[in-house]
């Protein structure tokens, strides 16, 4: 990082440090507003009164800054570059270390805020877009949050209560759903998009699922399935309405057998049904992610080798999964990587000749998400694997994020 950026920070924390909220580092407020000068989007906590002015006055007392041209060229150079020509903007929560923002910024978004609690992926997250997300979304008072266009969450499932259900809303309490509801209530959005494990259609015999789609539709936003099977219809009709919202990574060229819902949601936009991504590229293979040779730290060790062995013939004595998947350049796809395969690298193993199998390296496990080389997984293996496990795959991202950018500025023409 430059000296004359880490001069901006210092001049800035101070100020910053009075709107930095509980859970979050003052860093975060501090490249918000830095970013936000350098471009024009609002300022974070603008509602508490704080102004561009007052902050480029201070600014301006150090030397710091002479124009918007000028004080843009002070910003760090990061691996990955933001928008070339903003059409949009977006607010990334449950950020992780951004795969979503990949996918929205590629098609001209603006991320004009984020959250995501976790130091590590936070760390990730800074090193590659150049700014440090905010902590805990629960902590964050929403007036604060600046407007955007399209609000993007990969949020943790949680079980709602059985009791109430017509309050709307308000039966959400306590939830990290909750709070995303909250944020869509006050800013209005005209994009959300949802992401979540497949699991969420059943998860509760499918309880949760329509506790969130009803509050969903009682602040005024719309999806793909009716209102009406929403409000009055059976849950093997919303589960089944629900199963047209999965997208499946192998048909987005990544080599990875992952399934994810993903609900995208709009309000005040003429629209009747949205246009998810049809396949686009089912011609690929596991060779396409795998380097040429990987350090041998990443072959399995003959212990760890037999237990996985020991354990899979076990497995299928009692009936219980397949234990673990190994793969090689010719396989199709590999299992879903998830958050643990730091831990034995069960899910997905490669063949070797004449040696045990080995686990994914980082770079690879990155590319199984469909990220791109340039983005620099976490120095330590352990969270990288965590951070690519718990990550979107960015092709099926970049597609719907195409077709959400494409219908806004379709309503921004309409309404010309
Ligand atoms: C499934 S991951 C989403 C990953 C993200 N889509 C990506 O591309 O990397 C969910 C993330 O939510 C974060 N999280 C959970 N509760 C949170 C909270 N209260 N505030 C902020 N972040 C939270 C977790 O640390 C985790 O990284």
Not at 18 to 44: C, M, N, R
Not at 58 to 68: A, E, F, G, Q, V
Not at 270 to 278: G, R, S, V, W
Request: proline residues 5%; hydrophobic residues 35%.
């Amino acid at each position: 990082m430059s000296h004359t950026f880490q001069k901006i920070e210092a001049v800035l924390l101070p100020t910053a440090i009075q709107y930095t909220p509980e859970g979050s580092d003052p860093k975060a407020v501090i490249h918000q507003w830095i970013h936000a000068i350098a471009s024009d989007y609002p300022l974070f906590a603008e509602h508490q009164g704080i102004c561009k002015e007052h902050l480029i006055e201070i600014l301006k007392l150090s030397n710091l800054y002479k124009d918007k041209v000028t004080f843009k060229k002070k910003l760090p150079s990061t691996p990955i570059k933001p928008a070339i020509k903003s059409t949009f903007t977006f607010i990334d929560l449950f950020a992780g270390i951004g795969g979503t923002r990949l996918g929205f910024q590629k098609n001209g978004g603006t991320c004009v805020f984020t959250s995501e609690f976790e130091k590590n992926a936070q760390q990730t997250y800074f090193e590659n877009y150049g700014d440090y997300p905010f902590g805990d979304i629960t902590k964050i008072y929403v007036k604060n949050i600046p407007d955007h266009d399209v609000l993007v969450a990969g949020f943790p499932c949680q079980p709602f209560s059985h009791a109430g259900l017509k309050k709307g809303i308000d039966d959400t309490r306590g939830t990290l759903f909750h709070n995303i509801s909250n944020i869509l209530k006050d800013k209005q959005p005209k994009f959300a998009l949802l992401e979540n494990v497949k699991g969420l259609i059943s998860h509760d015999k499918g309880h949760t699922l329509q506790v969130i789609l009803r509050t969903l539709i009682s602040i005024g936003y719309n999806c793909n399935i009716d209102h009406e099977i929403i409000t009055r219809g059976s849950l093997k009709q919303l589960q089944t309405e629900a199963k047209k919202m999965v997208l499946k990574s192998v048909d987005f060229g990544v080599p990875q057998n992952r399934q994810r819902i993903y609900i995208v949601l709009w309000k005040n936009i003429d629209l009747k049904q949205f246009e998810y991504p049809a396949a686009i590229n089912t011609d690929t293979n596991v060779g396409s992610v795998l380097i040429d040779n990987p350090d041998p730290k990443y072959t399995i060790s003959d212990r760890l080798w037999e237990g996985h062995q020991r354990r899979k013939i076990d497995n299928a004595k009692n009936g219980k999964g397949f234990g673990f998947g190994i793969v090689n350049k010719d396989s199709l796809y590999t299992n879903t990587i998830s958050a643990r395969y730091y831990k034995d690298g069960s899910e997905i193993l490669i063949e070797q000749e004449d040696k045990n199998p080995r686990k994914l390296t980082p770079r690879e496990a990155a590319r199984l998400q469909g990220f791109p080389d340039e983005f620099l997984p976490n120095k330590s293996d352990v969270q990288a694997y965590k951070q690519f496990g718990n990550s979107v795959t960015v092709p099926v991202i970049v597609e719907l994020a195409k077709q959400i950018s494409f219908q806004l500025k379709k309503n921004t023409h309409d309404i010309a």
